[in-house]
């Protein structure tokens, strides 16, 4: 399963750093995408890593400012956080998907895409 850390409160312009590792399974040959969830709207993906390929994809709102990464040492894929702001505000989740043999969709992640779901964690930005 998956396991996410890294939630919290932040004041605008400030950082998280979120984590994902997974157990029972190794990352290296998945995709592994994040989605957010904020309250009356529907999951929307964020983004996403290859594990094969190395390969990234960003949704518009926050290319510039997040940025996912792997460590296959440590089974663990991250979403690094600057500059958020109070619409960055919702539950985070990871997803990981082995059917594309490691590499993401290109564009933004679909819900559908993915089979394997972090139990998500609340990310909090207020001013």
């Known amino acids: 399963h998956l396991v996410e850390s890294g939630g919290g409160l932040v004041q605008p312009g400030g950082s998280l750093n979120l984590s994902c590792a997974a157990s029972?399974?190794?990352?290296?040959?998945?995709?592994v995408a994040w989605f957010r969830q904020a309250p009356g709207k529907e999951r929307e993906g964020v983004s996403c890593?290859?594990?094969?390929?190395?390969?990234?994809y960003y949704t518009d709102s926050v290319k510039g400012r997040f940025t996912t990464s792997s460590d296959n040492a440590k089974n663990t894929v991250y979403l690094q956080m600057n500059g958020l702001q109070p619409e960055d505000t919702a539950v985070y989740y990871c997803a990981a998907e082995g059917l594309g043999l490691g590499a993401c969709r290109p564009g933004v992640p679909d819900v559908g895409d993915f089979s394997r779901w972090g139990q998500g964690l609340q990310v909090t930005v207020f001013s």
């Open positions: 890593i290859g594990n094969s390929d190395g390969h990234t």
């Open positions: 029972g399974f190794t990352f290296d040959y998945y995709a």
